[in-house]
């Protein structure tokens, strides 16, 4: 299974999904990473010697161009998947017309609570006792794809949004990685949500 990952900060999801392509029994490769940004996690692409690209937001003058040239430099690599892992930005319509559903997105809350930027500044906001990661197939609309796992994690009386944030990472690297290992196994399938299909939460 050929991926495209799609990153905008330290790359810490992306640089599990390397690890775990180097060993040769793992039926996924990450054969190119994009991003918006000179994000930090590029350095990953380049270490395990995975081409890269940038698309920046300020080079177009509208989101749908911006979108437009992203879909290209994504689809030039023929990907069989594409995960945004940290991604920061809202895919426009005809990218993800052209890539869902084998287009999916990792998130750091139990959707569908706490969507958005701030799932995990949110959840503490709010009180939860529980948060957690879904890993989903991306739509239209912001975190509100078919969710294909989730796993929860506890929230500690003295968690800070960063020790927590922490603490998901640890949970999240583990469920990516095995999410496209099943997607790759046909384990797990990405089928878009029809309203008579019962939410995949496996
Ligand atoms: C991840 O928790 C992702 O779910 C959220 O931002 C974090 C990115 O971490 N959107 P990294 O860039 O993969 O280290």
Redesign the pocket.
Known sequence: LSIVVL?????????ALLEASTDAQYPARVIAVGSDTD?S?LAFAEEFGVPAFTVYPSSFDSRAAWGDELLAQITQWSPDLVVC????RILPPRVVAALSPNLI????ALLPAFPG?H??RDALAAGALQTG?TVHIVDEGVDTGPVLVQQAVEVRGDDTENSL?ER??VV??ELLVQAVLDIANNRLALTPNHPDSPRSST
């Open positions: 990153i905008s900060g330290g790359g810490s999801n992306l640089r994000a996690g892992a940290g991604f920061m997105n990792t998130h750091p930027a799932a995990v990661v944030h998901i990472k999240e690297r």
